[in-house]
């Protein structure tokens, strides 16, 4: 076995095994930092395939960012640490999850050059689709092509080619714009009354948690300094 | 590949050293269990605990988040250019600067608003 075998069978445990963990806990809060180890894996398969660029953007922007504003928004959401979901239908949504993948691999995989599917009466509905006309149409690539040494250097060159990638370059940067146009909107100023209101609401909400979580009722008053310090957020 | 060779190394070396560390605290650990309630209780300054340790942070935190997100897309984009930079001489310099150019409007704009600025979003 090559480095690049045991480098890929470790990663590969590594990210089963933390999805897996991602998708059957009931701590949300424990899912999305397993989440992290999902998304560090798959960057590891990225440098596997020799594109360390793609490694790059999905450390920075999965790990960096988007793990981030998840782990934020669960400790953002009232009682979602606290909840302990039940999902009663996880075994059959697996089970039907497996079956599609299974029918997708063989009708649009590589196993089509061997097994035709088309024929069978109910799928060939499925081959009629449009998806199916792209799918059908990869050109699956088995021979083992080199990437050039400068594909970075290329990629950045494309980028700011008039020729080639300068117009949707320049056209990330106005989606960007939009998008933080709407971030702003979502987080946007609202009348004094709304928030009030609001917070009086959290406020009592916090107060009956705190009393159905304080242990011993018979516990001596806190210094008034201590209880401030937590309702000053 | 082989430029990430270290990192794989320094993530092999990382995880063997907690555990290392785990394994050390388990074997030679005192094994006693705890009876009083007081040493089961987190550390908190040598204060009462007030509350569960996971609280809820202002929602405030979400658009600072969202705005990460979008700033560090436009930092992976310069990351490729950078590789580029010496050959792509003037031009390139001028296509980047215009795409920041787009993104610092948006930038200059939600500073005016105050989405930077903690207090004067609710107010």
């Not at chain 1, 509905?125 to 021979?143: H, I, Y």
Request: aromatic share 12%.
């Amino acid at each position: 076995m090559t480095l690049q075998q045991v480098i890929f069978i470790i990663l590969a445990i590594a990210v089963i095994g933390s999805a897996l963990f991602v998708v059957t806990t009931s701590n949300l809060f424990r899912g999305a930092l397993m989440l992290i180890v999902a998304f560090f894996g798959v960057a590891g398969f990225y440098v596997l395939l020799d594109n360390g660029l793609f490694a790059v953007a999905q450390v920075m922007i999965y790990i960096g960012a988007i793990s981030i504003l998840i782990i934020f928004s669960v400790m953002l959401t009232r009682g979602m640490q606290a909840m302990i979901p039940r999902n009663a239908q996880a075994g059959s949504v697996a089970i039907a999850a497996a079956l599609l993948f299974l029918i997708l691999l063989l009708a649009f995989g590589p196993f089509r050059l061997v097994v035709d599917l088309s024929g069978v009466p109910i799928l060939s509905a499925l081959f009629r689709t449009e998806s199916a006309r792209v799918l059908g149409g990869v050109p699956w690539q088995f021979a083992n092509r080199e990437v050039p040494e400068t594909y970075i250097a290329d990629f950045g060159r494309a980028l700011v080619d008039l020729n080639q990638f300068l117009l949707p370059f320049l056209l990330v940067a106005f989606l960007v714009d939009a998008v933080l146009a709407g971030a702003i909107y979502i987080a946007r100023q609202r009348k004094p009354a709304e928030v009030i209101a609001e917070r009086e609401a959290i406020a009592k909400e916090e107060a009956e948690e705190l009393a159905a979580l304080q242990p011993q009722p018979t516990a001596p008053t806190l210094p008034q300094g201590a209880i401030a310090s937590t309702a000053d957020h | 590949m082989n430029d990430f060779l270290p990192i794989f190394v320094l993530l092999v070396l990382a995880s063997g050293l907690v555990s290392l560390v785990l394994l050390i605290s388990v074997l030679f650990g005192p094994r006693r269990r705890a009876r009083n309630e007081t040493k089961l209780q987190p550390y908190e300054s040598g204060m009462r605990p007030i509350g569960p340790a996971q609280r809820r942070l202002p929602v405030r935190f979400y658009l600072i988040a969202v705005l990460f997100i979008l700033f560090d897309i436009e930092v992976v984009f310069f990351f490729p250019w950078a590789v580029a930079l010496r050959e792509l001489g003037w031009a390139g310099l001028l296509s980047m600067l215009i795409f920041i150019g787009i993104l610092e409007a948006g930038h200059f704009w939600l500073w005016r608003r105050g989405a930077l600025e903690w207090e004067k979003m609710d107010k």
